[in-house]
């Protein structure tokens, strides 16, 4: 799904004008994308939490080359499902292919 179908779907299911979706949508993501470069977790209950984790730095070959690198140490944004959510995807999902 596109964030434009994502967008209308929002907009149908909520009775809200297109404008209004886009901007409850793009309000959201950036709330979560501040809150996160922040260094705090959002959760959401039932459906997982955005977080971010360090990285450490590490030696790695370029396998094309054969020459030897180092990446920097590096924060990197995560999202973990909930087991909720793990469950309801595994079920319909199931209940999808049986069909």
Same mark, same amino acid.
């Given at each position: 799904?596109?964030?434009?179908? !994502?967008?209308?779907?929002?907009?149908?299911?909520?009775?809200?004008?297109?404008?209004?979706?886009?901007?409850?949508?793009?309000?959201?993501?950036?709330?979560?994308?501040?809150?996160?470069?922040?260094?705090?977790?959002?959760? !959401?209950?039932?459906?997982?939490?955005?977080?971010?984790?360090?990285?450490?730095?590490?030696?790695?070959?370029?396998?094309?080359?054969?020459?030897?690198?180092?990446?920097?140490?590096?924060?990197?944004?995560?999202?973990?499902?909930?087991?909720? !959510?793990?469950?309801?995807?595994?079920?319909?999902?199931?209940?999808?292919?049986?069909?």
């Amino acid at each position: 799904m596109t964030r434009k179908e !994502f967008i209308t779907l929002l907009a149908e299911r909520n009775q809200l004008s297109m404008r209004d979706a886009e901007a409850a949508l793009s309000g959201m993501i950036e709330m979560i994308m501040d809150t996160v470069a922040g260094g705090s977790n959002v959760q !959401f209950t039932g459906f997982g939490v955005f977080g971010a984790r360090n990285r450490d730095a590490r030696c790695y070959t370029d396998p094309r080359t054969g020459e030897k690198s180092t990446a920097e140490q590096t924060t990197v944004p995560f999202f973990k499902a909930s087991t909720g !959510f793990k469950k309801y995807v595994a079920e319909v999902s199931a209940a999808r292919l049986s069909s």
